[in-house]
């Protein structure tokens, strides 16, 4: 990799990924783009910063041949609940920009990471132990466009030779920029909360058991699987990985170790719930293990004291 792109920089991930590809690749060639008005200052200092919308073939072109750029992290995307809202926008976002970013990249010889998701799933497919092959039908619209952006970076790679390669991310767990709208975010909106207020009203129900992974492990999958050597990949694509498997009690259960008037309640978002419901609880990542030596840092217990720990700092 010498110049990589960054759509969706701004977002939760991007803001953190950034920082750690800077860090590891040099922060001249790392090119951060996003579609936000106030870009994070952070990023804008720190290196090149665009505005990049990424249903704007044009445009991303235009970047990608400025900087001579060879890989390209896509991470511009709507997530679920807010998908659910506004499912043409989700479609035009999810699908159209992915389908911008793979040309571009054909046209331009870069390979792509994108991050598919656990809401790739759906209420017919094994909700333990979730293969990495396995029944999608998933219920949601975001679920529909992940589906179908694991499907076309398939396609770019095995028809038209694009390096693509992504991770299915489960509902990921920081505490440096606001997650943007997921069924997820509850495990975060809780430890503000907690610090806070010392309560949380959870609009999931308390056992609704998910996968989830803190940040920095996030980003290690995201940058391992892009510098895993090819011929190891038997998967390439929307490789299913985690870290831990929670629900709002037993999170709430966690929090009350480090604060024990932490109070959780209960005011179920139906929209929400039901998305929710439709994902597994606990995904099967061996191929990842296998394949490219993916392995977590961080579980229950460890994430819980380091986010409590950087919050309150
Ligand atoms: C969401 O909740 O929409 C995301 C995801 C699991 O993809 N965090």
């Given amino acids: 990799m010498k110049n990589i792109l960054i759509t969706g920089a701004t977002g939760q991930i991007g803001t953190e990924l950034t920082m750690a590809l800077r860090e590891r690749y040099g922060a001249d060639n790392v090119i951060a783009s996003g579609l936000t008005n106030i870009p994070d200052a952070v990023i804008r200092a720190a290196g090149h910063f665009h505005f990049i919308d990424c249903t704007n073939k044009a445009r991303i072109a235009e970047i990608v041949k400025r900087h001579d750029i060879d890989t390209i992290y896509h991470l511009a995307a709507l997530l679920s609940a807010v998908a659910e809202d506004h499912p043409n926008l989700a479609w035009e976002v999810n699908v ?85 709208g997921g069924t997820t975010d509850y ?53 299913n990985v985690t870290a831990m498997s929670v629900t709002p009690a037993l999170l709430a259960e966690e929090i009350r170790k480090h604060i024990p008037e932490f109070e959780i309640t209960y005011e179920i978002d ?7 419901d439709s994902w597994p609880d606990k995904l099967d990542d061996t191929c990842a293990r296998d394949e490219w030596g993916w392995t977590p840092s961080y579980d229950l217990s460890s994430m819980t004291a380091d986010m409590l720990k950087n919050l309150s700092e």
Wanted: proline content about 8%.
């Fill in 270 to 276: 139906p929209v929400r719930q039901e998305i929710a």
């Fill in 96 to 180: 159209g920009g992915l389908y911008n970013v793979l040309e571009v990249a054909r046209e331009n010889n870069c390979a792509v990471f994108t991050p598919s998701s656990i809401g790739a799933f759906g209420p017919e497919t094994p909700t333990v132990n979730t293969p990495q092959v396995t029944i999608q039908r998933p219920t949601s619209m975001y679920g529909v466009t992940k589906v179908t952006g694991e499907l076309l970076c398939d396609y770019y790679h095995a028809k038209l030779g694009v390096d693509t390669r992504g991770v299915r991310y489960p509902g990921i767990i920081s505490y440096k920029a606001p997650p943007g």
């Fill in 187 to 239: 495990a975060i909106a809780i430890f503000i909360a907690a610090l806070k207020e010392k309560k949380y009203t959870c609009y999931l129900k308390a056992d609704t058991k998910l996968d989830m992974m803190y940040m920095p492990d996030a980003l290690k999958a995201a940058i391992e699987v892009m510098e895993a050597e090819p011929k190891s990949l038997k998967h390439r694509n929307a490789f």
